[in-house]
């Protein structure tokens, strides 16, 4: 039998991310490029998810079966999906096994054995080996070591329950776009399409079940856009009005800047730094029937493209770990690094500084971030309010924050992602 083709897809997708830190998003991309069979490529995507969201779990059994370094190294890929597969049973054991060691022989001929004897022994040592595991934070929680610590000092009572939501399965909610139609109008064309939905915010109602985007009602003409619940405060917050001059500093891929236009109509210039997915803020932006300004240029650096009139408002959705929704990109806790951290929080301070000279007085500028980590979010925010006393904090409300009364942190849970927002007025 041939090995399937969706399991080797897997296996180099997982090699991807795990060996040569490249994120899923773009390989897939790269691969459906190619013309790959979307049949394969989707159902290799599933299996590399699967595979990363448990990778800690699964690396801690080869390593313990393996007993040596693979060789070569890309073995990783096809014994972790093969893994996956027997632990997470998908299909009979032997056509696991069988399936898995045909596709490492086709690239490896002479690491059959060893590939066979791993997967046939999973089984046979799976007990043993789910008691070793818990003393592997690592292989116990599926995050790095240095991610569980960071979160065990910022949420001592719930990190736990935080790391249980994050290894499950992202709810798929949907922003009405009420220029078209009304939540419960929607909400009652979804059921109708046999899609039962419930809403869990002003604008969002979530799927029971994940559909694709082509067969949501009216999707094409803009009736409905793909976000999650938490990422639907940030326009409220914002506090836009018809005409006031906006910026929306890091915009791509343009969810929060359609809904700011869905509500009003300001005067809006959506500013991203990577020129590729500024083009899927203009896509958007076509589909809904909205209007914006979209460039391209670097936050940090507004002598570039500001042409000196102040903003009313600033949104800086800013670049982060994107730690509060990594179960949605299972791939983004294996490719970052602890230092990544500092770094992006060095950044978070640049983009502040740039941005907040270009609000006007009596402005308000909204800092976003979709992490967990104190130091990407309150950290920033009382550091940026130590160096600039004219600042101050306007209190954000919203349902389910914890925390600082001033600012708001979401934790992941049943309807949303993890977010942060502090809103900053300009006196
Ligand atoms: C969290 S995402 C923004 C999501 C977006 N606001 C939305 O709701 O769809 C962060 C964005 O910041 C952009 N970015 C990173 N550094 C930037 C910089 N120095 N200037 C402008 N954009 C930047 C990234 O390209 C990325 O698109």
Redesign the pocket.
């Known amino acids: 039998m041939p090995a399937s083709p969706s399991r080797m897809l897997a296996a180099r997708l997982v090699n991807a991310v795990l060996l040569e830190g490249r994120g899923l998003t773009l390989t897939l991309q790269e691969t459906r490029a190619t013309g790959a069979d979307p049949r394969v490529v989707a159902a290799a995507q599933s299996l590399a998810y699967g595979t990363l969201r448990r990778a800690g779990r699964l690396r801690f059994f080869l390593r313990a079966l393996a007993g040596r370094a693979l060789s070569p190294p890309t073995l990783l890929g096809p014994l972790l999906v093969g893994l996956h597969e027997l632990d997470a049973r998908t299909g009979p054991d032997y056509a696991v096994v069988h399936d898995s060691v045909a596709g490492v022989a086709r690239d490896h001929p002479r690491a059959r054995g060893f590939a066979n004897a791993i997967l046939r022994n999973f089984r046979r040592r799976q007990m043993e080996l789910e008691t070793a595991l818990l003393a592997d934070p690592e292989a116990r929680w599926n995050f790095p070591a240095w991610w569980l610590e960071r979160l065990q000092a910022a949420y001592p009572d719930s990190w736990q329950a935080i790391v249980a939501t994050q290894n499950g399965h992202p709810p798929m909610t949907l922003r009405v776009n009420r220029r078209q139609t009304s939540v419960q109008d929607y909400s009652r064309l979804l059921t109708q399409a046999g899609h039962a939905n419930r809403q869990t915010g002003p604008w969002a109602l979530t799927l029971e079940q994940p559909v694709p985007v082509a067969e949501l009602p009216h999707f094409q003409t803009g009736w409905a856009s793909v976000q999650d619940l938490g990422?639907q405060w940030?326009a409220p917050l914002l506090g836009c009005e018809d005409g006031m001059r906006v910026l929306?500093?890091?915009?791509?891929?343009?969810?929060?800047?359609a809904h700011l236009l869905e509500r009003h109509a300001p005067r809006l210039l959506a500013?991203?730094?990577?020129a590729r997915?500024l083009t899927r803020v203009r896509d958007t932006l076509a589909r809904l029937g909205l209007q914006a300004e979209a460039r391209h240029?670097?936050?940090?650096q507004p002598w570039d493209w500001w042409d000196g009139e102040p903003f009313d408002r600033i949104l800086l959705?800013?670049?982060?770990t994107a730690s509060g929704v990594v179960r949605r990109h299972a791939d983004g806790k294996w490719l970052k690094r602890a230092e990544d951290m500092q770094q992006l929080a060095r950044?978070q301070t640049r983009?502040l500084d740039a941005l907040w000279p270009l609000l006007r007085m009596d402005g308000r500028m909204l800092y976003a971030t979709?992490s967990l980590f104190p130091a990407e979010n309150g950290e920033r925010i009382d550091a940026f309010l130590a160096r600039h006393p004219e600042a101050r904090l306007l209190p954000v409300h919203v349902p389910g924050c914890v925390g600082d009364e001033d600012m708001c942190q979401l934790l992941p849970g049943t309807d949303s992602d993890g977010f942060f927002y502090a809103c900053l007025l300009k006196t």
């Open positions: 990422a940030a929306d500093a890091c915009a791509a891929p343009g969810g929060k800047t500013l991203d730094s990577d997915r240029g670097d936050a940090g959705d800013a670049p982060c950044e983009l979709c």
